[in-house]
């Protein structure tokens, strides 16, 4: 049993964050571990651009994005691993994984969790018909297009409008599919307006909400799907039924964090993010494990996930200083106007960032975070969008020693 | 075209035409099944409970009753054999009411009857003790019924038969059959077969086949049921299938079952249809089983859901009357040479080996059967990664390092094991031939990490295109082709 003082399951953007903003602050015994043969994680079948906007301020590839932190990892020296998949991890970071030269075995004095996330599927869903081939999530179309050069089909009709089906609308065009529509149940999209104007519009793709797959025909290849138009509280409308023949569906309706090795080590989940409850330190319930990116929340923007990471790798630093568990005395509550936040406790004695998304479009408004009735932080939005995360900065000073805190958008 | 010529032609590699194959390898006798699909288990075999049935609801002296009660009993032997995995959970059969009550001891009157060992009425204490996730008042409880993975172990009667000489041919539907001087002639995708011997084992085309043998008159009817696939998340809560009462008629509406592999099934329910190829979920029916699921299991909920599916139970019916009738083998002595298979629907997984080893008894009726020297009863699958002792997993990676590889993350299933089954004895070539015998793309994300992978390792090992890659069916393409031409077609 080898001896690490951090071990990072996963070698994407977060954990490549973490890993470097750990060196810096003088914790350099680090080992990342990876499942891929290669690091970069799902930015590696991002061959679209717009990341690193925020961060770099220009419009980077995912893979040229992954690229300048992989080269500074190399340059540093940052021992990685890949091609080894981690199997099992304990509560007292005990970390159990595998490679083609057998099984490793490491004791860590913290773990960093950044295992990004994975796509919510048909069953997930329960869409009724037949199951031939030609379904595919939006993110299996993309690494089959972009890692694989193999086309899964001609003939596009796409359900749900997350980020990454729109743009497998764009990168299917351009590849000679004809996508004929896309169809998202709620009455409002789901991925970012950019994306519906680069990937839609651009390309006259219509975009149809309140609509839902109610059918799905063929036995061998996939022949068509059926479409209704759905009420308030999703149910199909009779009379709206309208059949597209079509030969691949894709499927964009949302992503899960990946938590089945959090899970194993006790970590507590929220019910809401499908994340870990963490602290502003990013600690989990569970004492020196850490949990940052996609594995965490599902974010729009890898420039976010780099920042979290490197949040968390300076909470992982304190903590290696310290061993002190989750320092946390207030809560975080949000009302009904937004999904959830992240951090859901904080500790108080340091500025941190709290992540939120609205519950539904708005405009003109105001998020307002209170303590003991007080307004203690606000910033004002011309619009609020589900599919935008909204991140807003908290100073430590401003809070009170006791009372939680209460979070909601006011219009 | 050349004639192919075997002594026996099996129609059909369900559970019932492998079983047959099998028990009929351990003679002297050429054996060839035809499949219509491209591999075995692709009807109604893989589209079931993967319950071992104990045997208490059927009319006793009935084929059914006595099949079941005999291949129930010598299946902790059979599995060993073959190498599948079976677990004996017992059952339990939970009542609400007095008419419950009512139904489940006469069903417990009748399993007594049968043979059925070990049936107990258990009050709700004891029940909370076997399953604190079963709903019910009170409940009979079964010790003899079992779990085993439907598809393995389908997979494990054709590999042993195809070991002990019996050849399989996918692709192949059969479409006519003729009787010439004492031999059938048999059409069956672009080939010709001939044999002395046909075994119709087609399921929901039995009487189709029986038409083509010239047997008429017979009748099915295609009681339809569906199913939701819970996470294995779910599978923790649950650990012994849980029926609701059984109607007068012995028919049970919606349960819960755990799998083998750890998932629960919720279903399936019943209703009628009369396409053979009606595999569909349909909102209604999905709805109902939510609603009726949570009377057996308290746990269902929308985060554990990852698959549907349906299969349909073929009965026979008297023409006359609509009633039920039970499983028939039959062989006339104005049609030698024939043994018809009608109407084995549910329990047919228990009864496969019984049926076949009477199959073999109507052959044995006709002439001498002399024994294959070289017949092995013993198949061994594909060596698991997941779930072994590290000891082993280290064995196995030792020995072959792609044990090492996880090919499919949520059900750990690695390089070593797809390789294998893409190498398997009967050469099958689908997605979906992978997953029936690894459980690669079988959990939470449904393929989404490990498909892309297996459909390359598919694409490499056999040397074939894009879009020769299928997924199930003939037909079923993966891919249109590639994106771009390799590099040195490139501008
Ligand atoms: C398909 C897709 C498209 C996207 N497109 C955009 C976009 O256009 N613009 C944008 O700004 N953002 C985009 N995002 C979001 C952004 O890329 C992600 O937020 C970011 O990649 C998340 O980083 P991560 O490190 O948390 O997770 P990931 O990038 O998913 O990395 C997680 C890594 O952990 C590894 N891993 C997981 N489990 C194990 C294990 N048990 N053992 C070993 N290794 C393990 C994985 O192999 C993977 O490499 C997209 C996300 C997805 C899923
Ligand atoms: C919903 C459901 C639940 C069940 N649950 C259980 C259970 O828990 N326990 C239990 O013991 N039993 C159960 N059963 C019963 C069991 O699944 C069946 O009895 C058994 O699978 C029947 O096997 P088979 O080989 O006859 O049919 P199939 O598996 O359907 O095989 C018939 C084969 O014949 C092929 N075929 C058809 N026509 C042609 C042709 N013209 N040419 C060539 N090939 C052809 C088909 O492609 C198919 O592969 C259940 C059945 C259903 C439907």
Not at chain 1, 257 to 268: D, F, I, K, R, T
């Amino acid at each position: 049993m080898q001896h690490k003082q951090v071990i990072i399951i996963g070698g994407g953007p977060a954990g490549l964050a973490a890993a470097l903003e750990l060196y810096h602050n003088g914790v350099t015994d680090i080992l990342i571990l990876e499942r891929e043969k290669h690091l970069g994680g799902i930015l590696r079948q991002c061959i679209h651009d717009g990341f690193g906007l925020l961060r770099f301020k220009e419009s980077l590839s995912g893979p040229e994005y992954a690229q300048r932190f992989i080269d500074e990892i190399d340059r540093l020296h940052i021992p990685y691993l890949t091609d080894v998949t981690v199997l099992d991890i304990t509560a007292d970071k005990k970390v159990l994984a595998v490679s083609k030269q057998g099984l490793l075995e490491f004791q860590a004095e913290a773990l960093a969790l950044t295992m990004g996330c994975r796509e919510r599927t048909r069953g997930a869903i329960s869409i009724p018909g037949t199951r031939p081939a030609g379904i595919y999530t939006a993110g299996v179309a993309q690494s089959y297009i972009n890692l694989a050069n193999t086309m899964p089909g001609k003939n596009v009709v796409i359900l749900g409008s997350g980020d990454i089906g729109l743009i497998m609308a764009r990168r299917l065009t351009l590849e000679g599919a004809q996508v004929k529509a896309v169809f998202e149940l709620q009455p409002y999209p789901s991925g970012l307006p950019r994306n519906i104007a680069q990937c839609l519009n651009d390309y006259d793709i219509p975009l149809f909400l309140n609509h839902t797959i109610i059918d799905i025909k063929g036995r061998s290849r996939l022949e068509g799907v059926t479409v209704a138009a759905v009420d308030e509280k999703f149910a199909p409308l009779p009379g709206t039924e309208k059949d597209y023949p079509c030969d691949t569906l894709i499927l964009s309706v949302g992503l899960i964090p990946e938590n089945e090795l959090s899970l194993q080590a006790g970590v507590e989940l929220d019910q809401r993010t499908k994340g870990a409850l963490v602290d502003d330190s990013y600690q989990t319930s569970s004492p020196g494990i850490f949990v940052a990116g996609n594995v965490l929340q599902v974010h729009d923007l890898v420039d976010f996930v780099s920042a979290e990471a490197e949040k968390m790798a300076l909470g992982i630093a304190a903590y290696l200083h310290s061993h002190s568990p989750q320092s946390t005395q207030l809560a975080i509550r949000g009302d009904a106007s937004i999904t959830h936040t992240v951090p859901q406790r904080v500790s108080g004695e340091k500025d941190f960032t709290l992540s939120l998304r609205p519950s539904r479009p708005a405009q003109n408004c105001a998020v307002q975070i209170c303590q003991n009735e007080r307004v203690i932080a606000t910033q004002t939005f011309r619009k609020v969008l589900p599919a935008e995360m909204i991140q807003i900065p908290v100073a430590a000073d401003l809070l009170a020693e006791a009372g939680d805190l209460e979070v909601r958008i006011a219009c | 075209m050349k004639e192919q010529s075997y002594d026996v032609v099996i129609i059909g590699a369900g559970v019932i035409g492998s079983a047959v194959a099998r028990e009929l390898s351990r003679y002297r006798l050429r054996i060839a099944v035809l499949e219509k699909e491209l591999d075995v288990a692709c009807g109604n075999s893989s589209r079931n409970t993967g319950v071992l049935h104990g045997g208490f609801t059927y009319r006793p002296g009935s084929l059914k009753a006595e099949c079941t009660v005999e291949g129930n009993r010598e299946f902790d032997q059979v599995a060993k054999e073959l190498d599948v995995p079976f677990k004996r959970t017992g059952k339990v059969v939970v009542g609400f009411n007095d008419e419950d009550l009512r139904n489940i001891l006469k069903f417990k009157q009748i399993g007594e009857t049968n043979g059925v060992r070990g049936l107990e009425i258990i009050d709700k204490d004891r029940l909370y003790r076997i399953d604190a996730s079963a709903g019910g008042e009170f409940a009979m409880y079964s010790p003899a019924s079992g779990i085993l993975n439907p598809m393995q172990y389908t997979i494990a009667l054709a590999e042993n038969a195809h070991a002990n000489g019996a050849e399989f041919f996918f692709a192949s539907e059969v479409t006519a059959i003729e009787n010439s001087a004492g031999r059938y002639r048999i059409s069956a995708g672009n080939q010709h077969f001939s044999a002395r011997w046909v075994i119709n084992c087609a399921g929901m085309n039995c009487v189709a086949i029986s038409e083509m043998l010239g047997i008429s008159g017979h009748q099915v009817k295609g009681f339809k049921g569906e199913y939701f696939v819970l996470d294995k998340k779910a599978g923790q809560y649950l650990n012994i299938p849980v029926y609701p009462a059984p109607n007068a008629k012995g028919g049970f509406s919606t349960h819960a079952t755990p799998t083998i592999d750890g998932n629960v099934l919720i279903g399936p329910d019943s209703y009628l249809t009369d396409d053979p190829d009606d595999f569909a979920a349909t909102r209604d029916h999905m709805q109902g089983l939510i609603a009726d699921g949570s009377k057996m299991f308290k746990h269902i909920k929308r985060d554990f859901f990852i698959r549907n599916f349906a299969g349909t139970r073929w009965k026979r019916i008297d023409p006359a009357t609509g009633e039920v009738l039970d499983f028939l083998i039959e062989s006339r002595a104005d049609k030698p040479g024939i043994v018809n298979l009608i109407g084995i629907e549910s329990p047919g997984l228990t009864c496969a080996l019984p049926i076949a080893r009477r199959v073999v008894g109507r052959i044995r009726d006709r002439e001498q059967l002399a024994p294959n020297p070289s017949f092995n009863p013993v198949r061994r699958g594909i060596p698991p990664f997941a779930g072994q002792p590290r000891e082993r997993q280290q064995a196995l990676i030792n020995a072959d390092p792609n044990y090492g590889e996880i090919v499919c993350r949520c059900e750990t299933i690695t390089k070593a094991e797809i390789l294998r089954a893409i190498n398997n004895p009967l050469g099958v070539v689908t997605v979906t031939g992978i997953k029936n015998r690894t459980r690669a793309t079988m959990g939470r994300c449904q393929g989404g990490y490990c498909e892309t992978r297996i459909a390359a390792l598919i694409q490499e090992t056999l040397g074939s295109k894009e879009t020769e890659v299928l997924y199930q069916h003939a037909g079923s393409y993966l891919f249109t082709g590639k994106v771009r031409e390799d590099d040195h077609h490139a501008a």
